[in-house]
């Protein structure tokens, strides 16, 4: 009986929210949108990233029906949850944390409007101009990245489309290559 004390505790099985949402995180880190894209490699760039796949996968899941919704509504808490605590990890006092999860909530849904009017409309101008603006904040080395990241954003729309939606909501998306829009 005493021994079942030493023992540690296995790990909770993660949720599928929580597994949907290391993989957004995990694409968001690919190395080649810092290196080839010339994203921000800095914590507001990452962030962005985040916000791009996960507003990419929400939209896919927008009419898949309730399971899909309920789905996307418990990635949009666990991504929350963890900035949450990413923020708390890098010393922002309990007390802090809700003003600062305020902007970061606003920039969320900011961005995921102008993401979704863009690709509504198939517009890659409009949505490489809102690329600017978001993810490399309107500096002007970016060049062409922009366009060459929206490119890749239509890319990454037109793959989630093709992909079953039972899939996307037990497992989650499959993103495509990078290279294909950096070159």
């Known amino acids: ?84 605590a990413s923020l708390r990890e890098m010393g922002v006092g309990d007390l802090s944390v809700g003003k600062k999860m305020k902007p970061i909530i606003r920039a969320f849904y900011d961005g995921a409007a102008q993401y979704d009017a863009a690709l509504d409309r198939r517009d890659e101008q409009a949505l490489a101009a809102a690329l600017r603006r978001i993810v490399y904040r309107d500096d002007p080395a970016a060049a062409d990245a922009p366009a060459r990241l929206a490119t890749y954003v239509i890319l990454a729309a037109d793959a989630l489309q093709s992909q079953p939606a039972e899939g996307l909501i037990q497992v989650g998306p499959a993103f495509p290559a990078i290279q294909e829009a950096a070159l």
């Open 1 to 84: 009986m005493i021994f079942g004390l030493l023992k540690r505790r296995a790990a909770a099985e993660p949720t599928p929210a929580e597994r949907i949402y290391a993989a957004l995180v995990l694409e968001a880190r690919r190395p080649e949108f810092y290196r080839d894209l010339t994203v921000p490699d800095t914590l507001p760039g990452r962030f962005e990233l985040i916000v791009l796949h996960a507003v990419l996968y929400l939209r896919r899941l927008r009419s898949e029906g309730p399971e899909a919704a309920a789905r996307a509504q418990e990635v949009v808490e666990e991504m929350f949850r963890s900035l949450d």
